[in-house]
């Protein structure tokens, strides 16, 4: 698909960062405008809808900006890979894991001014379910703290999932997984999570998987074994530097495709959203996705 670098489609969700998008809009529209020779901005409904624009912009031969959260991001992704387009991505939410792991800076007004300057690169695309997603898919203990921090208003990033996992552990009981990777033999798993990674970061800035690599055709896929409460709160803060993955409690796999299914159910959350319910199967497209990324290294 040919696309004109100098015509933008800004997809925008009014309600990312609890309105922080749409605060920001007049400014990141003004940093666009300076060197683009076209901008059209379009707010989106859900993240289906934010699809559909995706998709009209993409087949006008336009880049598709997604100014809002990692699930728009990530909503956008699929209908613009699908359509063989280009995205850039803006931080606009309130954890904005992709844009960080990706090196962007946290205000997208920069961003937006930078992005003439930036390089087109090819980077795997996951799905669960069908639904594609850019960062982590996890589930388990994990859907549990990311029900809370949906229902919390008061808190923001990284501060508002510190305060749903130390509320979700007080209820906490282990679950007993099943997890077959690139159709080996399945692995049983009695513990917290089950998780995905295609990028580093999730949850506000936890580096989850330190060595995902959004171009390197794998999934990173971590199990979190049964600890006690105790040694889990004292283990959570290693979490913030990836240094979790170096104690017994955690394995790192590497793989193309996972099945997870459990005990309980559980619906698998990405990017934010919950995107299937267990039973679910994960796997990764190889370079599906063309993206906007800093010229450096």
Same mark, same amino acid.
């Given at each position: 698909m040919e696309v004109d670098r100098r015509l933008l489609t800004v997809i925008v969700n009014p309600s990312a960062g609890r309105g922080r998008a749409l605060r920001l809009l007049d400014g990141v529209r003004a940093e666009l405008d300076r060197w683009a020779a076209d901008v059209r901005v379009v707010p989106t409904r859900d993240l289906a809808h934010a699809g559909r624009l995706a998709a009209e912009a993409t087949a006008q031969g336009r880049v598709v900006v997604a100014l809002g959260g990692d699930g728009l991001a990530g909503a956008v992704a699929g209908a613009v890979a699908r359509a063989g387009g280009l995205l850039a991505v803006l931080p606009g939410g309130r954890g904005n894991d992709f844009a960080r792991g990706l090196g =962007? *800076?946290?205000?997208? @007004?920069? &961003?937006? !001014?930078? =992005? /003439? +300057?930036? @390089?087109?690169r090819r980077v795997d695309l996951p799905e669960v379910g069908g639904?594609?997603? $850019? +960062? %982590? /898919? *996890? &589930? +388990?203990?994990? *859907?549990? &703290?990311?029900? %809370? /921090?949906?229902? #919390? @208003? =008061? $808190?923001? +990033? @990284?501060?508002?999932? #510190?305060? !749903? /996992? =130390?509320?979700? &552990?007080a209820a906490w009981r282990p679950v007993r997984f099943t997890v077959t990777v690139d159709g080996g033999p399945p692995r049983a798993l009695h513990g917290w999570t089950v998780a995905a990674a295609n990028a580093a970061y999730y949850g506000g800035g936890m580096r989850f998987a330190p060595d995902a690599d959004v171009a390197d055709g794998l999934l990173e896929i971590l199990l979190i074994s049964r600890t006690s409460r105790l040694t889990f709160l004292a283990l959570f803060p290693r979490v913030f530097t990836g240094r979790h993955v170096h104690t017994r409690h955690v394995q790192v796999l590497r793989g193309r495709r996972v099945h997870i299914s459990a005990d309980r159910p559980f619906a698998v959350y990405a990017d934010g959203d919950p995107l299937a319910d267990l039973p679910a199967e994960i796997l990764v497209r190889p370079g599906a996705l063309r993206l906007l990324v800093p010229a450096g290294p």
């Amino acid at each position: 698909m040919e696309v004109d670098r100098r015509l933008l489609t800004v997809i925008v969700n009014p309600s990312a960062g609890r309105g922080r998008a749409l605060r920001l809009l007049d400014g990141v529209r003004a940093e666009l405008d300076r060197w683009a020779a076209d901008v059209r901005v379009v707010p989106t409904r859900d993240l289906a809808h934010a699809g559909r624009l995706a998709a009209e912009a993409t087949a006008q031969g336009r880049v598709v900006v997604a100014l809002g959260g990692d699930g728009l991001a990530g909503a956008v992704a699929g209908a613009v890979a699908r359509a063989g387009g280009l995205l850039a991505v803006l931080p606009g939410g309130r954890g904005n894991d992709f844009a960080r792991g990706l090196g =962007l *800076s946290a205000d997208p @007004r920069r &961003v937006a !001014a930078e =992005l /003439a +300057g930036f @390089r087109e690169r090819r980077v795997d695309l996951p799905e669960v379910g069908g639904r594609p997603y $850019l +960062g %982590i /898919a *996890s &589930v +388990g203990f994990d *859907s549990d &703290v990311q029900v %809370i /921090a949906n229902q #919390t @208003r =008061l $808190l923001r +990033g @990284r501060h508002v999932y #510190t305060y !749903a /996992a =130390l509320r979700a &552990v007080a209820a906490w009981r282990p679950v007993r997984f099943t997890v077959t990777v690139d159709g080996g033999p399945p692995r049983a798993l009695h513990g917290w999570t089950v998780a995905a990674a295609n990028a580093a970061y999730y949850g506000g800035g936890m580096r989850f998987a330190p060595d995902a690599d959004v171009a390197d055709g794998l999934l990173e896929i971590l199990l979190i074994s049964r600890t006690s409460r105790l040694t889990f709160l004292a283990l959570f803060p290693r979490v913030f530097t990836g240094r979790h993955v170096h104690t017994r409690h955690v394995q790192v796999l590497r793989g193309r495709r996972v099945h997870i299914s459990a005990d309980r159910p559980f619906a698998v959350y990405a990017d934010g959203d919950p995107l299937a319910d267990l039973p679910a199967e994960i796997l990764v497209r190889p370079g599906a996705l063309r993206l906007l990324v800093p010229a450096g290294p």
